[in-house]
């Protein structure tokens, strides 16, 4: 049957599905504006005197809101009370693993962090106790959210992190002893696709709708966002930029090694050679900071702009953020060098900028996420 083309009105919503969006919407003001009066949540949601009231009550009853202090105003009494999210409602944590580290913050339902602490690695259920040590530590007994930022690839459907060549076994093992051992629901994103979450909201690219992260550390990696979303791809290998095979490597990459790939020329083992070959042997953060001479740099912005070339040839994203240690170690010295290279490689014209977070927008992108997944739960059954 071909549909009217005339739109059927949506059905009114019921009162207690009324209720529910007027309290996360009210819960999300509190959030991003901090301690709010009830007139001032009656300003910002539209909703009348009564409806705030009714509210109000009802998220204190639930636990998720108190009173937090009063307002300035001269007029003491209910009216001047400011309410705000009961912060220790629940109890989250943010990981960051790394082929050989990780990293652990404790977190409360805002995302204020608590604590942070460095994990044993190659010992999952060891890993999983420290990470409860923490945690009680600060008074969070159970935690209700964990996220977690780890390279490979995660699939988008059942957010599991698939067994990936050249990543140790113990990542997966640290996945499946969270899931089992903590009363906690567990997340599992790609690490640059956390960090480019983080740098879209806290770092360089909050102006931006779209553009592509490109990860510099020990590996590359690239995370892709267009009008505002995310993109992970079918299989969740979307921004696998260091399987790209480009000029000016030995070979080709293969399904199992990227060595002949952008990975062979700008990764961290790569650039530390190419400083070397230009006379430094310091710490590569340095060198790509600016110790090891521009024609350092430059060569160094040529290797980059390739994958930069490749990847606004095909995604037109608007902009590249050179993110990780070393774009952050880069900085306004690296950047613009990249972008004048990539404008004599390809006719879209893409703007190259410098991370704000460096090595910590992984963490902060799980913490983000954690507190996103937490606040979505709770506010919406209260």
Not at 4 to 13: D, E, G, K, L, V
Not at 29 to 47: C, I, S, Y
Not at 84 to 102: C, E, H, K, W
Not at 360 to 373: I, S
Request: with cysteine.
């Amino acid at each position: 049957m071909i549909p009217s083309s005339r739109t059927t009105p949506a059905p009114p919503a019921s009162p207690s599905t009324a209720r529910a969006m007027n309290d996360r919407l009210a819960l999300t003001f509190l959030q991003d504006e901090g301690p709010l009066t009830a007139a001032q949540l009656k300003a910002l949601t539209g909703l009348s005197r009564p409806t705030v009231a009714d509210l109000v009550e009802r998220l204190a009853r639930a636990g998720m809101i108190e009173v937090v202090g009063e307002s300035g105003a001269q007029r003491r009494g209910p009216n001047a009370r400011l309410y705000g999210i009961v912060a220790r409602r629940a109890f989250l944590a943010a990981l960051d693993v790394r082929t050989d580290s990780a990293t652990a913050v404790v977190t409360d339902l805002l995302g204020n962090a608590l604590c942070r602490t460095p994990l044993p690695v190659d010992a999952p259920a060891a890993a999983v106790a420290e990470l409860r040590r923490a945690a009680r530590a600060v008074g969070a007994e159970d935690l209700h959210t964990v996220a977690v930022g780890a390279p490979g690839l995660v699939s988008p459907g059942s957010g599991e992190l698939r067994d990936t060549t050249g990543l140790p076994a113990w990542h997966r093992d640290l996945v499946a002893e969270l899931q089992r051992e903590l009363p906690a629901r567990v997340l599992v994103e790609n690490e640059t696709n956390l960090a480019a979450v983080a740098e879209q909201r806290l770092g360089a690219a909050r102006d931006l709708d779209s553009f592509v992260l490109l990860w510099l550390g020990a590996g590359v990696g690239a995370a892709v966002v267009l009008d505002g979303r995310l993109r992970r791809g079918a299989s969740g290998g979307a921004g696998e930029i260091g399987f790209l095979p480009v000029p000016g490597t030995v070979g080709l990459p293969s399904a199992t090694d990227c060595g002949g790939g952008f990975h062979s020329l700008v990764g961290r083992d790569a650039v530390g050679a190419l400083a070397a070959a230009h006379g430094f042997t310091g710490p590569v953060e340095e060198a790509v900071a600016g110790a090891a001479g521009e024609p350092f740099l430059d060569a160094l912005a040529g290797r980059l702009a390739l994958g930069a070339a490749a990847v606004a040839a095909v995604l037109d994203p608007g902009c590249v953020v050179l993110a990780g240690a070393l774009g952050l170690a880069g900085g306004p010295a690296l950047a613009p060098r990249v972008a004048a290279r990539l404008a004599g490689l390809t006719p879209v014209p893409t703007e190259v900028r410098a991370t704000a977070l460096g090595d910590d927008a992984v963490l902060e992108g799980a913490r983000l996420a954690a507190r996103d997944a937490a606040q979505d739960a709770l506010f919406a059954t209260g």
